[in-house]
């Protein structure tokens, strides 16, 4: 089994949808998760970070994290083709580890 | 304006030629790291440094090499490239404080190894 599981997709929705992209993890030991954003022929970019069960909200985007099934979610709501780019979920054991662990990427294309 | 440069971008080689991809970053930021990145595989840490002459192995470190002799820069060396280290690799920086986290990746380095 995988440390990180993420669906590659692709996933394709209308503007203005609410996505939800998810990763599963095996190691309960993981406490810190992350959220990338990486357009085409570009590097990845963090969106968010979070320690704790529970949601995070920054504007469209809210991170949630359930340790108890070692599971991870991103929500955008009010999609925007803009929004098209594959995201990317990594994890560590802790937020100051630099040995981050990365799921394969969701390829998300938000069509107008 | 906060980057992080890598030279060169496209690379085609052959394999055993020795190669070095450079990384600088110019925001003073102690950690920095090296990733590659293969279709189906996703992103997978190469290397990590966590300050100056502190270095440690990511999750596929075999045939590569790194150095920190300086806070902003971070090359990898390839000593025998091989082709199964054709790929797209990408230098990252990082500071973290606890209560924020700032990372930036370079623009990646193509490389073909034939």
């Known amino acids: 089994q995988k440390e990180v599981e993420q669906d590659p997709g692709p996933l394709s929705v209308p503007e203005g949808a609410i996505v939800s992209l998810n990763c599963t993890y095996s190691?309960?030991?993981?406490?810190?998760f992350m959220w990338y954003r990486q357009y085409s022929r570009k590097g990845p970019e963090l969106l968010m970070y979070?320690?704790?069960?529970g949601n995070k909200e920054d504007g469209r985007f809210t991170a949630q994290v359930d340790k108890s099934s070692k599971y991870i979610s991103l929500f955008i709501r009010d999609s925007q083709p803009s929004d098209s780019a594959t995201y990317l979920c990594?994890?560590?054991?802790?937020?100051?580890?630099?040995?981050?662990?990365f799921g394969k990427g969701t390829k998300l294309t938000v069509n107008p | 304006e906060a980057q992080v440069t890598q030279n060169p971008r496209y690379l085609i080689t052959v394999t055993g030629k020795k190669l070095t991809v450079t990384c600088s970053q110019n925001?003073?930021?102690?950690?920095m790291s090296w990733y590659r990145q293969d279709p189906g595989l996703g992103l997978r840490q190469i290397y990590y440094?966590?300050?100056?002459?502190?270095?440690d192995k990511g999750d596929v470190p075999e045939g590569y090499k790194v150095s920190r002799k300086e806070k902003r820069n971070f090359p990898l060396i390839l000593e025998s490239p091989s082709p199964n280290q054709t790929s797209l690799y990408f230098c990252?920086?990082?500071?973290?404080?606890?209560?924020?986290?700032?990372?930036?990746f370079g623009p990646g380095t193509r490389l073909t190894v034939l």
């Open positions: 925001m003073n930021h102690e950690y």
């Open positions: 990252a920086s990082r500071a973290w404080t606890g209560r924020a986290d700032t990372q930036y």
């Open positions: 979070t320690y704790s069960s």
């Open positions: 440094s966590m300050n100056v002459e502190v270095t």
């Open positions: 190691n309960s030991a993981f406490q810190y």
């Open positions: 990594a994890m560590s054991l802790q937020g100051g580890s630099e040995k981050l662990v």
